[in-house]
């Protein structure tokens, strides 16, 4: 499923127009991408929980060369998956 086939997905749910859904959809996304630039963590009761975890600087190896190179440290995000979506994909 492509953010567009969510925008129309919510378009048809809830009765707006395409462009109002999209509006909608990107102001979702942009609310979360903010709070997780500031360090905050996003939860939906139920759904699920956005985050960001630091990765530690490390030594890694170019697997088409096999020289080793250093990958610099990174805060990248996460979801964890709240109960209710866990049920609800498992059946």
Same mark, same amino acid.
Not at 1 to 6: A, E, I, N, P
Not at 57 to 77: H, L
């Given at each position: 499923?492509?953010?567009?086939?969510?925008v129309d997905s919510?378009?048809? &749910? @809830?009765?707006?127009?395409? &462009?109002?859904? %999209?509006?909608?959809?990107?102001?979702?996304?942009?609310?979360?991408? #903010?709070?997780?630039?500031?360090?905050?963590?996003?939860?939906? @009761? %139920?759904?699920? &929980?956005?985050?960001?975890?630091? $990765?530690?600087?490390?030594? #890694?190896? !170019? /697997? $088409? @060369? %096999?020289? &080793?190179?250093?990958?610099?440290?990174?805060?990248? /995000?996460?979801?964890?998956? #709240?109960? !209710?979506?866990?049920?609800?994909? !498992?059946?």
């Amino acid at each position: 499923m492509t953010k567009q086939d969510v925008v129309d997905s919510v378009a048809q &749910k @809830t009765g707006l127009t395409k &462009k109002d859904a %999209g509006d909608a959809v990107e102001a979702v996304l942009d609310v979360v991408t #903010g709070a997780l630039m500031a360090g905050d963590s996003v939860t939906f @009761t %139920g759904f699920g &929980k956005f985050s960001t975890s630091r $990765r530690a600087a490390r030594q #890694g190896v !170019n /697997p $088409r @060369t %096999g020289e &080793k190179v250093w990958i610099k440290e990174a805060t990248v /995000p996460k979801f964890s998956a #709240g109960s !209710n979506l866990k049920s609800s994909v !498992n059946g």
